[in-house]
């Protein structure tokens, strides 16, 4: 697949993939839908779709998927969502593979390491995919079952040597992981949870990426849409039952926390005439060591809430607004200025 043609969006190096992309990318875990342990509630595909090409039609270059949103239905929505561009204008996909579908679907899946369970993953997204080859591949998490890291990594190396993918990247593995998968074959990418909530990754991931030149995208730099402006306490509990946010500590034990950084995120939006989710998405790019930030939608008109953060460049003042919301409420994990 190609990048992008009519993108008028600033690309950055995706480390040393070949592949540049816009600092913003459209991620798929929401188009899942719902029925299974890590859904959003209930979503319809046609919104789905219609959000996925409003991205692409205004310049976003690459769309992140992975095989366990929704156990394939996300890929095959990203499928009928791309189908309607030319190969010159069709964005990168990245997809991922790993975690195994449980007898229950509620259930919370467990990751295999198995390689050929993962051929098997990595074949059947291709064909979701509707593509003899896929622009990156990533391993979802670590493996659960007690297969060592060195057996799957190497097994996603061998399959990235005969052209099932361009890329091969980690998700969720920390920096130890990293050096026992780089000692057999070059990490391409890592995507790490990062926001200006949980920003662990700050602390060794991104130093670590920054000096072996691998691409970093980053997931959840709203924070599941906390740092949005759009949430409350009634929000939370408004929330469907089956969202997996309705339970999650961040929305409930630590709340108040997290809403005040989500205030400074209203600042510099004002600031700079953007959205509160733009900039709360802008934050994490302003990392020299982060390549670009997914972020979801669940409609065309989510899309164009947040698309100011692929232009919108943090200054010092910016920066300090925010380290001080961090600084005076203890919300979050981890150093709370770019170094």
Not at 48 to 58: D, F
Not at 100 to 109: A, H, N
Not at 147 to 158: G, K, M, P, S
Not at 304 to 317: F, I, S
Request: hydrophobic share 45%.
């Amino acid at each position: 697949m190609s990048s992008s043609a009519n993108s008028d969006l600033t690309t950055i190096a995706f480390g040393t993939t070949g592949m540049n992309i816009t600092r913003v990318g459209f991620g798929a875990w929401a188009v899942g839908g719902t029925g299974w342990s890590g859904g959003w509630g209930p979503q319809d595909d046609s919104e789905s779709v219609a959000a996925i090409r409003r991205a692409v039609e205004r310049g976003v270059n690459w769309v992140d998927t992975a095989w366990v949103y929704g156990y394939g239905h996300s890929e095959s929505v990203v499928r009928e969502a791309l189908s309607v561009f030319s190969d010159a204008d069709r964005p990168y996909v990245f997809t991922k593979c790993g975690p195994v579908e449980p007898s229950v679907r509620t259930d919370d899946p467990i990751a295999t390491g198995d390689p050929k369970v993962l051929r098997e993953q990595v074949v059947a997204s291709l064909r979701r995919l509707g593509t003899d080859s896929v622009d990156l591949m990533q391993m979802h998490w670590e493996a659960e079952d007690g297969v060592e890291l060195e057996v799957y990594w190497q097994a996603l190396l061998d399959m990235k040597a005969e052209g099932l993918y361009r890329a091969v990247g980690l998700s969720n593995f920390d920096t130890s992981e990293l050096e026992r998968a780089e000692a057999l074959g070059h990490v391409d990418t890592l995507q790490p949870p990062f926001s200006a909530i949980d920003r662990r990754a700050a602390a060794d991931l991104l130093p670590w990426c920054n000096k072996h030149e691998t691409g970093v995208i980053v997931y959840s730099p709203m924070h599941a849409g906390l740092l949005t402006g759009a949430f409350s306490a009634e929000r939370v509990a408004s929330l469907p039952e089956d969202d997996w946010r309705k339970s999650d500590d961040d929305f409930t034990d630590n709340l108040t926390a997290n809403l005040a950084v989500a205030s400074a995120m209203v600042k510099v939006a004002e600031r700079h005439g953007v959205s509160t989710a733009a900039a709360a998405a802008a934050w994490t790019i302003a990392w020299p060591a982060v390549s670009g930030a997914i972020v979801g939608a669940r409609s065309a008109a989510q899309v164009d809430g947040w698309l100011d953060a692929a232009t919108l460049r943090y200054d010092a003042e910016d920066l300090q607004i925010v380290a001080e919301a961090i600084g005076a409420s203890g919300a979050g994990e981890g150093p709370a200025l770019p170094r």
